[in-house]
């Protein structure tokens, strides 16, 4: 897709934020995010609230190439909603990301059933063990393993998936350049190697607590 295209999307997740319906709501009505994005400039957009109102004249392109600047600097791709390799099944969802931001690509999710693995962050040895054999076999069921890269079980998910010559999934809850949990940039860079890291939020972005449920 062309980078005007992709700056428009970023910048219309800078006016409903990340994670959020709205966007959503509000372009139901229109054909593509060019006519949307004309049309929220020009104040043609029914059923904004105050905020939204203030961020349409806050965030412009410019703010929006700089977050595409600073992915380039981090190594980070970026797929919109209409972009070529954007899961297939992320868009059948009630609220699908409008952007997301990875280390490694997506083009590999359409192609295997994909189970998501989470659970305590402070397990027991059979937590643990139980954890290890069940992805193990579900891996050579030809399954991919997703996780939210919590610690613990979620990152048990995805060094079992690693070990085991899969395609890792973790999906953060915290921009991509933020060490969470702290001390896991080295597997996050393992996991990225063999499979995907995934996030909603653009580097620099502030994590906040409904982020965790939202991803």
């Known amino acids: 897709m062309d980078k005007e295209r992709l700056l428009l999307w970023i910048r219309a997740v800078l006016i409903f934020t990340p994670s959020s319906k709205r966007i959503w709501e509000v372009s139901a009505n229109y054909d593509d995010i060019v006519e949307f994005m004309t049309a929220l400039d020009d104040h043609m957009v029914s059923g904004l609230n105050d905020k939204e109102l203030q961020r349409i004249g806050k965030y412009s392109l410019k703010d929006a190439e700089i977050i595409k600047k600073r992915c380039e600097e981090l190594g980070i791709n970026i797929y919109c909603y209409e972009s070529e390799g954007y899961p297939d099944r992320l868009k059948r969802i009630a609220n699908p990301p409008a952007v997301l931001y990875t280390y490694g690509n ?110």
């Open 106 to 215: 997506l083009d590999f999710l359409n192609d295997k059933c994909v189970i998501s693995v989470v659970g305590s962050r402070e397990p027991s040895e059979y937590s643990v063990k139980i954890t290890k054999h069940i992805c193990a076999d579900l891996i050579r069921r030809n399954c991919l393993l997703a996780s939210g890269f919590a610690g613990g079980i979620d990152q048990i998910a995805n060094k079992v998936a690693i070990e085991n010559n899969s395609r890792p999934i973790a999906v953060c809850g915290t921009a991509l350049d933020c060490d969470y949990p702290k001390g896991s940039n080295e597997l996050k860079k393992q996991i990225a190697e063999n499979g995907v890291v995934i996030s909603e939020y653009f580097p620099g972005y502030k994590p906040f607590g409904s982020a965790f449920v939202n991803r």
